[in-house]
């Protein structure tokens, strides 16, 4: 089974939303409307795995951190993003970072 990580997206969500409206007016039953959203878990995870290769780095204070369920999550404070010649400046992140390498994903 894919992190479903990205459904709170604007993608995931306006998927979503689209998937509700087709159910509402009886043009795909709910179980569709599931299997769909697990192929947009399991697509999006390999296209993110396989054809993103930009890198950034950034800096900041961290906040807090935990790992739960093989799950980490950063909050991190006074965060400065760098890639190449752009720079951001954020006052307070989230990150979460899952086990992209597990054979179920």
Not at 43 to 67: E, K, M, Q, W
Request: overall charge neutral; hydrophobic content about 40%.
């Amino acid at each position: 089974m894919a992190y479903q990580l990205y459904r709170n997206t604007t993608l995931g969500n306006s998927l979503q939303e689209s998937l509700d409206e087709l159910i509402q007016t009886q043009q795909i039953t709910p179980q569709l409307a599931l299997q769909v959203l697990l192929q947009f878990d399991k697509a999006i995870n390999t296209a993110l795995a396989n054809r993103v290769r930009n890198r950034v780095n950034f800096r900041g204070s961290l906040n807090t951190y935990r790992f739960c369920d093989n799950v980490w999550t950063f909050v991190l404070n006074d965060v400065e993003f760098r890639e190449v010649t752009d720079l951001v400046k954020v006052d307070k992140v989230k990150i979460v970072a899952c086990d992209g390498k597990t054979p179920e994903h």
